[in-house]
């Protein structure tokens, strides 16, 4: 499996953030400049370079750090409805990992519990933003 990077970028004058996925195969192939127009530091500032986490959330889109995540329950299988959680990576000693913020309470990472315990018809989990072009969305969680 090749690595897979995020790259978001706020262009200087507009504001706007743009956001590009490369693989190191991709970077190693051809100059950054020649992929992407962003790589400008002229034009673009550099705000994030987040890595792919190497799940997909159930509609099948890439789950990468930074991400914003939206984990609903089947009533009979929770009291809470749904939970939303910011993908991070935490460099813990003993098992690096990704893991969403504020942490759910399990005994492992939150997205090894993701990917391990999902039954659609207990939960659903979907990327429903990211924390460059929607902060908003963890206002109320955090």
């Not at 970028?9 to 693989?23: Q, V």
């Not at 550099?46 to 089947?74: C, H, M, P, Q, W």
């Not at 990704?98 to 005994?107: K, S, Y």
Request: glycine share 4%; net charge negative.
């Amino acid at each position: 499996m090749d690595i897979v990077i995020r790259y978001i970028f706020k262009h200087r004058f507009s504001g706007n953030i743009e956001i590009r996925r490369y693989s190191i195969r991709q970077l190693e192939e051809r100059s950054a400049q020649k992929l992407s127009p962003c790589f400008n530091e002229t034009d673009y500032e550099l705000i994030a370079r987040n890595l792919f986490t190497g799940l997909k959330d159930s509609e099948g889109n890439e789950i990468y750090e930074g991400d914003v995540i939206l984990i609903t329950y089947d009533e009979a299988f929770s009291e809470l409805p749904y939970y939303i959680g910011e993908v991070k990576f935490r460099a813990d000693d003993n098992y690096p990992a990704f893991d969403l913020l504020p942490w759910i309470d399990c005994e492992m990472n939150a997205l090894s519990w993701l990917k391990s315990e999902c039954d659609p018809s207990v939960k659903r989990y979907s990327v429903i933003g990211n924390i460059y072009k929607n902060p908003d969305l963890l206002v109320e969680t955090i």
